[in-house]
């Protein structure tokens, strides 16, 4: 899965390190990016398919030349829910 991630003034990539019906965990972001907003939008690609969506950090752990940011999302699209949950069954087999 991919992520792109804005904070309405840049954008960046972020690495996946964990996901959830209702947040995320985004990785290898710069320190510096989004610290002027408390929102950003996430486009998530996953094959042909395309998620975006607003997400609200809950946490962030800063490294030494990166961050990791826990984000919440707001109103998860069905789609994404959908996804989520097909995920989930093809771990449980």
């Known amino acids: 899965m991919s992520i792109d991630v804005s904070d309405g003034m840049g954008c960046c990539s972020a690495a996946v390190s964990d996901i959830s019906r209702g947040g995320l965990c985004l990785a290898d972001m710069g320190k510096r ?3 002027k907003t408390d ?12 998620f975006k969506f607003q997400v609200k950090p809950r946490w962030i752990r ?8 826990g984000v ?7 789609q994404w829910t959908a996804y989520i ?5 093809q771990r449980q087999l």
């Not at 919440?72 to 069905?78: F, Y």
């Open 39 to 50: 929102k950003f939008t996430v486009v998530a690609t996953s094959g042909e398919k395309h």
């Open 62 to 69: 800063l490294g030494q030349w990166n961050k990791r940011i």
């Open 72 to 78: 919440e999302i707001d109103a998860p699209p069905a």
């Open 85 to 89: 949950i097909s995920l989930e069954h």
């Open 33 to 35: 990016f989004g610290k």
